[in-house]
C-alpha cells in the first residue's frame, strides 16, 4: 500500500478567502455542515472555488466547470489511491486491528480503479445496467413498490399526533426484515394498489383513511436493496445483513476524516460481507443462475477477466452503491417535495412531468454529493496550483447549485428544461446504475402520490441527516398521509 503524499497551499494574494478559513473549517464539520452544506458550498463557490481545508486534509473544489473537469479528467484526477491517502489518516497503532479494511482497500474495485483496468472491468458489468435492459424491470420495480405501500398502508395506522418514528413504524420490524413475506409481489401481483386505498378498514388503518409511517423504513430503503438484490442474486432474507454491512461502508467511506472507530466497524462488517459473497460465489459455482453474480463468476472462471479477489470487492462496491444511494434520491426527493406543496400539487396534476422532475430533484439535493481523485501531476485548476500526489474532493452537490450554470439554482422547479445534473459523477466513472436509479425514483414517487390524496410531514419532524460529506440522506422521514380512493 503507498501512502499519498499531501502537501499543503502556498501562501494566496488578498481578496480572496484564506485557505483554512476558521469560519469555513468550522462550518464544514458534521453535523452542521451535513445538515446543510448549500450555504458553504455558496461561499467556496464566491470566494475560493478551489480551497485547501486543514480538516480534510484535501483540495475542495467547489465551481461547477471545475467539478467537471476533476470528474471527467481522469488522467489528471486520478481514482488510484484515495483509499490510502484516507487510511494514511488512522494512527499507524490501528493497522493490526482492520486487517481486512486493509486488504479490501487494497484491492482494486470499479470505483478505485483507471482505465484500462477501469474499462475491463466497467465493460463485466455494464450489460447488466444498459437502459434497455433497465427498463424491462419496470414490471418489478412497480410490483416491490405496490406491496411495500401495502405493507405501509396496512401497518401504519393512525397513532395519533406526535407518534414517535421510532424503527417499529409501518412496514418493517426494528431489524429491518419485513413484516410479511408474500413473495415480493403486491396483492394484484402487478404493482396496482392493495384494497387499503379504498379505506375499506384494514387493520391498524385510521378511521379517516390516514396512516402514519416512516418513507425510509417503509419505502425509500427496501426498494432499491430489494432491486439490486434480485439483479445480484441477494435472497430477501440477506437483505437485512446488506443493509448492516452497506451502512458501516458508507459511513466509513462518507466520512470527511477517516475515523478509528468507523474502521474497526467496518474491519468486522467487511469481514462478514466478504464470507457471505464466497458463500455466494461458491453455490453460483456448483448452480449458476440468471443474474448479475453468475455472470460474474463464470468471467473468473474463464480465465483473465475477472480475478476473484477483484469480483469481491466490485461486488461490495455495487452492493452498496446500488441502495444507499436511491434510498436517499426517494427520501432527498420526497423532503423536497413536501416543503415545496406548489410544486408537489403540480406533479400530482401533470404525471407526465415526472421524469424532468426527478432529475430536477437529483440536482436539488444530491444523493450523493462528492467525487474524490488523487492528482496524477501538478495542475493548475481555478487558478491554483495543486501538486501530484494531493487528495481532491469535488463537490457535485455545489456544481449542481450554481448560479453560473442555472438560472435560479437555490429554487426547486419541477418544470425545468432539459435539467442534467452532475449527480451521477462524470467521465469514465458515471454512475453505472443511472438508468436503475431513475426508473426506481420515478415509480416510487409516482406511485407514492398514487396511494395518498395527502402527505404530510409528521407533527415536530426534525430533519436529521446522515453525519455523511458523501451520502447525504436522511435517518428517517415520519409522514403522515391520507389514502387516496
Ligand atoms: C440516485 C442514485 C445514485 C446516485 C446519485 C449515484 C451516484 C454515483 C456517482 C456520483 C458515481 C461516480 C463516482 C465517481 O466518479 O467516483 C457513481 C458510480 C457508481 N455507481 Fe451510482 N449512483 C446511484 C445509484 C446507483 C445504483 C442503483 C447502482 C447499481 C445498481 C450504482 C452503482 C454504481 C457503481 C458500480 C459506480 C462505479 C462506476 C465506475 O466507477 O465506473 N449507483 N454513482
Redesign the pocket.
Known sequence: MTSATVVGPPDLGPGTLADGDAAIEQALHPPSFTTDPYPVYARLRDEAPVYWSPYFGQWLVARGELVVEV?RQWEIFS?VGWDSFFMSQLPEDLRPEIPTVIDHFRTVN??TTDPPV?TRL?RL?SKA?TPRRIATLEGRVRAVTGRLLDDVCEGGGDGGPGEPAGDNWAGRNSDGRQRDSRNGESRHGDGRQGDSRHGDGHPGQGAAGQVSFDLIAGLAYPL?VAM?GE?YGVGESDHADLKRWSKAVVAYTGSSVAHPHLARELDTALAEFRAYLRGLVAERRQRPRDDLLSDLVAAVDEGERLAEDELMATSI??LF???E??T??IGNGTLALLRHPDQLDLLRRRPELLPGAVEEL?RYD???QR??RITTCDINIGGREIPKGTPVTAF?GSANRDPADWDRPDELDVTRPDVFPM????????????A??RL??RIAFEMLLERFAELTLADGFENRWHPNVAFRGLVELPLRGVLAG
Open positions: 470528474a481514482s470499479i470505483s477501469h466497467r458489468l445496467f432499491p439490486i439483479l462496491n455495487l452503491a446500488g441502495h444511494t436511491t436517499n434520491l437529483l444530491s444523493p450523493v467525487v474524490r457535485l449527480s451521477f459523477g462524470g467521465g469514465p466513472h458515471y454512475c453505472i446504475g443511472a436503475l436509479a426506481e425514483g
